[in-house]
C-alpha cells in the first residue's frame, strides 16, 4: 500500500513582515517574508509548510505555479482531514 498523498491550493504572498497562514475560499493563503525571485519565495513555502504540518522536507512538492501567487503543492504521508486540521491550528508557535 502506498503513502497517502494530498494536494493543497495556496494563494502566496512574498516579501511580508511575518509567516502566516489563513484559509482562502477553498484553499490557504500563506505569507513569507522571502522575496519573489529565484525561487526563494517558492523554497520559504515549501520550508513553512513542512515545518507547520510537522513533514520532513522532501514530503512537500510545487507542483504548479511556480512563477505565480497561485501554487498547488503536493504532500506525501498525510491525508487530507488531517493536513487541514494541522493547518488550521490555533496553538502553533
Known amino acids: 500500500m502506498s503513502a497517502p498523498s494530498t494536494r493543497l491550493r495556496l494563494r502566496v504572498s512574498p516579501g511580508a513582515r511575518t509567516r502566516s497562514i489563513d484559509r482562502h475560499g477553498d484553499g490557504w493563503k500563506i505569507r513569507v517574508a522571502a522575496a519573489p525571485e529565484r525561487g526563494k519565495a517558492n523554497e520559504a513555502v515549501v520550508r513553512f509548510l513542512a515545518e507547520r ?3 520532513p522536507r522532501e514530503s512537500v512538492q510545487l507542483v504548479s505555479g511556480h512563477s505565480g501567487p497561485d501554487k498547488i503543492v503536493e504532500l506525501t ?10 493547518l488550521g491550528r490555533e496553538d502553533w508557535r
Open 77 to 86: 504521508g498525510i491525508e487530507q482531514a488531517e493536513a487541514e486540521r494541522r
Open 53 to 55: 504540518l510537522e513533514l
